[in-house]
């Protein structure tokens, strides 16, 4: 599969800051999308979920907006605080009638205090 | 708060030698899946199973691979012989229900093959 290790993309913010991370998903019949959190050595934390037939949801300091017509997913993180620092993956699934998370490259989000 | 569990954390096995990666899922859920993440890549499916039968596979799981529920707590993934590029970090979810629910991962199993 294709490398990110060296590549994966990286938003800095300060502590208090809003942060926003953008996934694009690839099949545009998947109908449930997910975002995981994964801390360094650690597997992937569930944060929030949207079904495809909803534009928004909130969550606890998180809301995952999501945008059919270009296929795009963000994640809105509040008053980012240094715990959450970690690579941040959306992760889609296709109705295959089985839970098959497919999931994007990642995105490391790094707060500073 | 339940937790899926996997066991070991790290496991080092020579080029060739068979491995059995361990995970207990969490105990109401009924569906299961293995996933690998090669160092700094993105989680990659390999398998899901229900019912005591595998239920969907990846171009990645092949005759090499297999799974199995040997009991009414445990879910193996077995490795039967390791190549170098099968290095990698492979999680065990699980979940309640097939589709729309989250899968609870595991914290992983480091795989070094050398």
């Known amino acids: 599969g294709e490398s990110v290790g060296l590549h994966l993309p990286t938003l800095s913010v300060q502590e208090g800051d809003n942060s926003i991370i953008n996934c694009a998903y690839s099949?545009?019949?998947?109908?449930?999308f997910i975002w995981y959190k994964q801390e360094s050595g650690k597997g992937p934390q569930f944060i929030i979920d949207?079904?495809?037939?909803?534009d928004k949801r909130q969550g606890q300091r998180v809301t995952v907006l999501l945008n059919k017509t270009v296929k795009h997913l963000s994640l809105q993180i509040a008053a980012t605080q240094p715990g959450d620092s970690a690579v941040y993956f959306c992760?889609?699934?296709?109705?295959?009638?089985?839970?098959?998370?497919?999931f994007g490259t990642g995105t490391r989000l790094l707060v500073s205090p | 708060e339940p937790e899926v569990t996997q066991t070991p954390s790290h496991q080092v096995t020579q080029m060739g030698q068979e491995v059995i990666l361990r995970c207990v899922p969490i105990s109401n859920h009924l569906y299961f899946y293995w996933y690998r993440q090669i160092l700094g890549q993105k989680v990659e499916f390999l398998v899901s199973f229900y019912n005591n039968e595998i239920s969907e596979k990846s171009e990645i799981f092949d005759d090499q691979f297999s799974v199995e529920r040997p009991d009414g707590s445990n879910f193996t993934l077995k490795i039967r012989s390791t190549k170098l590029e099968d290095s990698a970090m492979y999680f065990c979810?699980?979940?309640?229900?097939?589709?729309?629910?989250?899968?609870?991962f595991g914290q992983g199993t480091r795989l070094t093959v050398v």
């Open positions: 099949n545009s019949a998947s109908d449930y």
């Open positions: 979810a699980s979940s309640r229900t097939g589709v729309d629910t989250e899968a609870f």
């Open positions: 949207i079904r495809s037939n909803m």
């Open positions: 992760a889609e699934i296709y109705d295959t009638g089985f839970q098959k998370l497919v």
